[in-house]
């Protein structure tokens, strides 16, 4: 069990890291389109569809990490009052009850949605953009599996931690 929830971690860890110089590389894009707009006069599609991918690629995708860095949204009405061990129970909980039934949800719901994109290679709408809608849209279930892979080890750590043994 440690090996496993160690390799699903390792992946998430460098995921999350590779994708933290898409978000360097997005704000360089930004940067890029600013100046070359208000500066230069010049419009490019291409480098604001860039700019997108990069923002979709590591938004969609580091999901996982902030799961697995406790970085995520949580309403936190009674979670901070609660010991470790009430803690872990919620995030059970929400693990088996919220995260995996919306992560399949996910990608059931999006299998046709994806499938079309990929039939048709759906791209840009604007002339000169980036032919690779269907890419971002493939996001969609890769993220989920990403996330329930994340929370899979999660699940696993609390329930070794439940079970007395070191998390």
Known sequence: MNLLIQSLDTLTEYTGRLLAWFIAAAVLGTVGVVVLRYAMGVNTILLQDLVMYLHGFAFMLAIPYALKHDAHVRVDLLYSRLGVRGRQI?????????????GIAMILYSQGYVANAWRIREG??????????YLLKTLIPAMAVLL????????????????GRDA
Not at 90 to 102: A, D, I, S, W, Y
Not at 124 to 133: L, P
């Open 90 to 102: 919620v995030n059970l909980v929400g693990h088996l009850v919220l995260l995996f039934p919306t």
């Open 124 to 133: 840009s709408q604007e002339v000169g953009g980036i032919h690779g809608v």
């Open 148 to 163: 329930m892979l994340q929370g899979l080890a999660e699940t696993l750590r609390i329930l070794r931690s439940l079970g």
